[in-house]
């Protein structure tokens, strides 16, 4: 018996959906993120071409100290985290926005892994004061240039974001924000397609 033909996983087909990780950036406590999330999410999971996994850094307790060799709590935190990374074709990144930046716990996740954001694309939803996040958005794209992801042009943004939702978590205006999910998730889907085929036929060397 060929063992290897059977353990080997095939590539994925261009009609597969793509595996989504929906990164939840805040860990602040009273965060208005999980309000953003729930919002979000709902319309991604409406998607054929899409499957949902939420990787709350409020439920992932990663050290900061950086290490090689990273003691046994720091591989046990990683071990809940890191396979969901390397196994996502794409990747939302849902961050507010602190001091025109974004959160340390997401510089954190970031710093901690490298191959896993490799020749994929990254999609951005922010929320904040009357900026909307987008001071955040536009430096993380940079430090996500650096680890040869691919950022996607268009954004979801919601500028003082605590007045837009009703207390039951819905939006009070939908269209414009459904509008802009749409846009931002269809490009992030051709993106995604597009990497996915490129990286079976060529795997990446960055």
């Known amino acids: ?28 406590e009273g965060r208005f993120a999980p309000v953003v999330t729930d919002w979000f999410t709902s319309r991604a999971r409406q ?13 992932t307790a990663l050290p900061t100290a950086l290490s090689s060799d990273p003691p046994p709590e720091a591989r046990a935190a990683l071990a809940e985290v890191s396979p969901r990374l390397a196994a996502a074709d794409a990747f939302v990144v849902l961050t507010p926005e602190y ?3 974004y959160p340390a716990p997401l ?19 922010s929320y904040g004061g009357v900026s909307g996040g ?24 919601f500028h003082n974001a605590g007045g837009l939702f009703t207390d039951g978590g819905g939006l009070k205006d939908p269209a414009g924000p459904d509008g802009a999910a749409k846009r931002m998730l269809d ?4 993106w995604g397609r597009a990497l996915r085929t490129a990286r079976a036929a060529h795997p990446y060397a960055g």
């Open 99 to 101: 001091n025109h930046s």
């Open 1 to 28: 018996m060929d063992l290897t033909t059977e353990t080997t996983p095939r590539p994925a087909s261009p009609e597969q959906p793509l595996k989504l990780a929906v990164i939840v950036g805040s860990n602040r």
């Open 107 to 125: 510089k954190n996740l970031v710093d901690w892994h490298y191959t896993e954001w490799q020749a994929k694309p990254v999609a951005f939803v």
């Open 187 to 190: 490009q992030l889907g051709w």
């Open 47 to 59: 998607r054929a071409d899409f499957t949902v996994d939420v990787v709350d850094l409020a439920r």
């Open 134 to 157: 987008l001071r955040a958005v536009e430096h993380l794209r940079q430090v996500f240039a650096e680890l040869h992801a691919v950022t996607v042009r268009d954004t979801v943004s």
